[in-house]
């Protein structure tokens, strides 16, 4: 008989492990309690795969061995709950996938950095010549990608929800970015469970792998005082020299891993801002890890193409630049992007609050930010926040409004930033949905302005 698997949610990682699985032999059940995409039906309907939508069919999904969840499932759902209760395994379709793959992996996660630093990590492995797959919360699913083979390498870009459903999955390499407040509500609004589940990914390693990590950040290093972390140390600073890691001390970056060393120039790197100076050194130091040469390196650092939506430069009109920061999903990479500007800025932000912490922001804005733009169903905490403190503060539900309220009110030189600080969920399907918005209502009022 076959073993039966029941996978819950029918986006990109639980269709990719549904055809895994079937390859593997399994028995396949695909249950989805909203409406499932036309072609992603017809995939599971071509290759023999039962499903349903709209619903979850409890006596279908709690007689399976084994339960893939989408990270986007909270646990507290309650065919989750009843699945543990029973004592049904429920796990992430990159711990299924990890069973079919032989490749080394480098796992990347962190409140934020995490996206840029696996996309350019994946860039100098590529530069390096190396047989490199591309995985996790970037690209496509690596379950759907190992049904047509494997790589020597594997670079995945994870989140915290899927490293909770991480029971055997060992990284050769692990990088931790930072760790800042963000899922607080996934997490009973407790940090330290939160700090619990990042530092997590480090369970299964030993002392032949490597976790790369932000020597400063403290929320990291209270997390390491609760595992018992055996793999090699390579921390990165900003204050300090490293004997084994990195260092950026404003001037130049210098990387240190197996008895090699390497120096950059900023201005040799196509990615600006210290951010980004501590996302090059994580993916420096993994590439570096990987074999990849020096020279290799160098020139992935000069031709990277980061993804879209964060920082993303879009149009100038009239003089004022357009910026989709659609990924600015938190505060912490919300000033980020803050940060990176000196001119005076619109700031377009809102949508679902996550327990925020705006004050943070104050010295970001004050005297900076010239209005604030709140895009949202509910804009009361955004407003009540910075009240007082920004001279001119609007609101409106329309990203076309937002874009429009932008070039109405703005000056050259000035910058119009979305950096939303917030989920997206309450008006759009996704950041990408929010971002991409955002760049066609610039490019109609391109149109206008012509």
């Given at each position: 008989m076959?073993?039966?698997?029941?996978?819950?949610?029918?986006?990109?990682?639980?269709?990719?492990?549904?055809?895994?699985?079937?390859?593997?032999?399994?028995?396949?059940?695909?249950?989805?309690?909203?409406?499932?995409?036309a072609s992603r039906k017809q995939t599971l309907t071509e290759n023999g795969i039962g499903f349903e939508e709209g619903m979850h069919s409890e006596?279908?999904?709690?007689?399976?061995?084994?339960?893939?969840?989408?990270?986007?499932?909270?646990?507290?759902?309650?065919?989750?709950?009843?699945?543990?209760?029973?004592?049904?395994?429920?796990?992430d379709e990159l711990e299924f996938a990890f069973r079919y793959s032989k490749g080394k992996v480098i796992a990347i996660t962190g409140t934020n950095g995490k996206t840029?630093?696996?996309?350019?990590?994946?860039?100098?492995?590529?530069?390096?010549?190396?047989?490199?797959?591309?995985?996790?919360?970037?690209?496509?699913?690596w379950a759907a990608q190992l049904v047509d083979g494997d790589r020597d390498w594997w670079v995945l870009e994870v989140s915290s929800f899927q490293i909770d459903g991480f029971k055997s999955l060992k990284p050769s390499v692990a990088v931790l970015t930072n760790i800042t407040p963000d899922h607080l509500d996934r997490y009973n609004y407790k940090i330290e469970n939160y700090i619990a589940?990042?530092?997590?990914?480090?369970?299964?390693?030993?002392?032949k792998d490597a976790v790369i990590y932000w020597l400063d950040?403290?929320?990291?290093?209270s997390g390491f005082?609760?595992?018992?972390?055996?793999?090699?140390?390579?921390?990165f600073s900003l204050k300090e020299l490293q004997n084994k890691g990195g260092y950026f001390d404003g001037n130049a970056i210098t990387v240190q891993a197996v008895g090699k060393k390497l120096t950059i120039d900023p201005k040799d790197i196509i990615l600006k801002g210290t951010h980004n100076m501590l996302n090059t050194m994580c993916a420096s130091l993994a590439a570096t890890l990987a074999g990849v040469s020096e020279e290799a390196i160098r020139e992935g650092l000069k031709d990277f193409q980061n993804a879209a939506h964060r920082m993303e430069p879009v149009a100038t009109i009239g003089g004022i630049d357009f910026i989709n920061d659609s990924k600015g999903t938190n505060v912490d990479a919300t000033a980020y992007a803050l940060d990176s500007y000196k001119s005076p800025l619109i700031w377009i932000a809102g949508g679902v609050d996550k327990g925020n912490d705006y004050a943070a922001l104050y010295p970001l804005t004050d005297g900076k930010v010239k209005m604030l733009?709140?895009?949202?169903?509910?804009?009361?905490?955004l407003k009540k926040a910075f009240s007082g403190r920004i001279p001119e503060i609007k609101e409106t539900q329309s990203i076309a409004e937002a874009v429009a309220l932008g070039l109405e009110f703005g000056k050259e030189g000035d910058v119009v930033l979305l950096s939303p600080a917030c989920a997206s969920f309450d008006l759009f399907k996704n950041y990408e949905d929010r971002g991409n918005q955002f760049k066609a209502a610039v490019a109609a009022l391109t149109a206008t302005a012509k």
């Open positions: 076959k073993k039966q698997i029941a996978i819950l949610g029918a986006g990109e990682s639980g269709l990719g492990a549904a055809l895994l699985a079937k390859k593997h032999g399994y028995a396949v059940w695909v249950s989805d309690a909203g409406t499932i995409s006596e279908k999904i709690l007689s399976a061995g084994e339960i893939i969840k989408s990270p986007g499932i909270p646990e507290k759902v309650a065919i989750v709950q009843k699945a543990i209760e029973k004592g049904i395994p429920v796990i840029t630093t696996t996309l350019l990590t994946y860039h100098l492995l590529q530069k390096g010549g190396l047989n490199v797959g591309l995985g996790g919360n970037v690209g496509e699913s589940s990042k530092v997590s990914l480090f369970k299964n390693m030993d002392e950040d403290q929320l990291i290093q005082e609760k595992v018992n972390l055996k793999a090699d140390r390579l921390p733009i709140c895009l949202g169903v509910d804009n009361e905490k």
